[in-house]
Antibody
């Protein structure tokens, strides 16, 4: 069974840092682009970042450029999101998702909640 | 930047057909994907590349895309179809774009 399990969310003060992890299983992790997508409370979905199979290409939404870094460890079947200089508007549930055909997302993890507040 | 427009809400009577639209400039030239999200759960892919159903998704779910509008159609709507639905495209300039989401209510 293809599975994605996020961890690392929590409460952090504005300006702080947090590292999210996503453990993948049930498929050949190193063969797929991966993504992070977030959803602020009561709001819609917002794509955050993508990373190529070997980590050589990374793309970000403008609002997180320079603050967030997506990375992966194919030996550990894991995806990461390092979040620095966090702001209140970064408060959201963060989902990791497998990218299919560089077009759609399937499946998604269950999400991890990040709350940025003092 | 490319934008996708969805109605905030759509209502459908039990057993009837619901249609959820997704508007975008010349969206017919793009591949559109649809996700269902129930409260407290992660999104689930229900349609990919305009009209293809992943395994496990009922045939009641179908999609079309032409001109400036893509449409997700849910036939014989059930109470369990109540959810938020999001359309999505992969745009060359902005990479990934989601519509704002549509809340489907089954009456």
């Amino acid at each position: 069974e293809v599975q994605l399990v996020e961890s690392g969310g929590g409460l952090v003060q504005p300006g702080g840092s947090l590292r999210l992890s996503c453990a993948a299983s049930g498929f050949t992790f190193s063969s797929y682009w991966m993504s992070w997508v977030r959803q602020a409370p009561g709001k819609g979905l917002e794509w955050v970042a993508n990373i190529k199979q070997d980590g050589s290409e990374k793309y970000y939404v403008d609002s997180v450029k320079g603050r967030f870094t997506i990375s992966r460890d194919n030996a550990k079947n894991s995806l990461y999101l390092q979040m620095n200089s966090l702001r209140a508007e970064d408060t959201a549930v963060y989902y990791c998702a497998r990218v299919r055909e560089l077009e759609w997302f399937d499946p998604w993890g269950q999400g991890t909640l990040v709350t940025v507040s003092s | 930047s490319y934008e996708l427009t969805q109605p905030l809400s759509v209502s459908v009577a039990l057993g009837q057909t619901a249609r959820i639209t997704c508007g975008g400039n010349n969206i017919g030239s793009k591949n559109v994907h649809w996700y269902q999200q129930k409260p407290g759960q992660a999104p689930v892919l229900v349609i990919y590349r305009d009209s293809n159903r992943p395994s496990g998704i009922p045939e009641r779910f179908s999609g079309s895309n032409s001109g400036n509008t893509a449409t997700l159609t849910i036939s014989r709507a059930q109470a369990g179809d109540e959810a938020d639905y999001y359309c999505q495209v992969w745009d060359s300039s902005t990479y990934v774009v989601f519509g704002g989401g549509t809340k489907l209510t089954v009456l």
